[in-house]
């Protein structure tokens, strides 16, 4: 647990509906600058598909989204990234990393017009600083930058995607299963990171299915079950069976 005293809200939903029958209904929440807001839920509660319709990867039905006071729909990712939000999906494999590109190509696979010149050439020199900057800063265990992304272990593979999304200055990072299929050591250093964002002023949204993670984490946990919010607690008087009655209340 971290002394933390979140500010004001950056982010509002309110009645977010899916259009597909099964998923994710009349959802409202907000958070705060800096805050942790985890997000819990069985297997089915729709957590994943509320996230990636929020960040314009699925339609929504109805419902409105306010950042910083304005009133926005995200039609796709690109657009959510201009507004400086990120997504480190759940699937790191299929859907997070390009396993047969390099260390480098990976970090700046979300940013890179920002490195196009005026003669719309790149500027490497400053490409391989930051490459270098990020992997440093984020301890990533690689031979070099140009190593290939499969080669990596899946703890590092995760501390590239996270060096990919703070490389586009996010307000905002939504982290599905931010430690899944990685080892003690690494979901350690994860930690370190995911908290040192919200001191910096960062907001985060993190999904997880390991209840010690989402109580050890979170400011405020949001409970979802069969794609509906069922409660807010906050973190430090939350517990492990509050939770999972929230989680089972429409089974």
Not at 73 to 80: L, T
Not at 110 to 138: E, G, H, P, Q
Not at 223 to 245: F, N, Y
Request: proline share 4%.
């Amino acid at each position: 647990k971290r002394e933390n005293v979140p500010g004001d809200v950056i982010l509002k939903v309110e009645d977010f509906t899916s259009p597909e029958p099964k998923s994710f209904k009349h959802v409202s929440f907000d958070l705060r600058k800096g805050e942790i807001l985890g997000v819990s839920g069985l297997v089915g509660a729709q957590r994943t598909e509320l996230m990636e319709a929020l960040f314009g990867l699925r339609p929504v039905q109805s419902g409105t989204v306010e950042l910083n006071g304005e009133r926005l729909r995200f039609k796709s990712p690109s657009e959510a990234i201009s507004r400086k939000m990120a997504l480190l999906t759940e699937e790191r494999r299929s859907t997070g990393i390009f396993p047969i590109l390099a260390v480098q190509d990976n970090v700046l696979a979300a940013n890179w017009k920002s490195y196009v010149k005026r003669n719309f050439l790149l500027d490497l020199k400053r490409c391989d600083t930051d490459v270098t900057r990020s992997i440093d800063m984020l301890r990533v265990k690689t031979p070099s930058s140009r190593t290939f992304m499969q080669n990596l272990s899946g703890g590092n593979q995760q501390k590239v995607i996270f060096s990919r999304w703070l490389l586009t200055d996010p307000e905002i990072l939504i982290l599905d299963e931010p430690t899944r299929g990685i080892d003690v050591g690494a979901k350690f250093e994860i930690y370190t990171i995911i908290a040192d964002l919200a001191k910096r002023g960062k907001s985060i949204i993190m999904i997880s299915s390991e209840l010690p993670e989402i109580l050890g984490m979170s400011d405020r946990i949001m409970v979802m079950c069969e794609g509906r919010m069922t409660g807010i607690l906050e973190g430090k008087s939350a517990s492990q069976e509050e939770i999972m009655r929230l989680s089972t209340q429409f089974m």
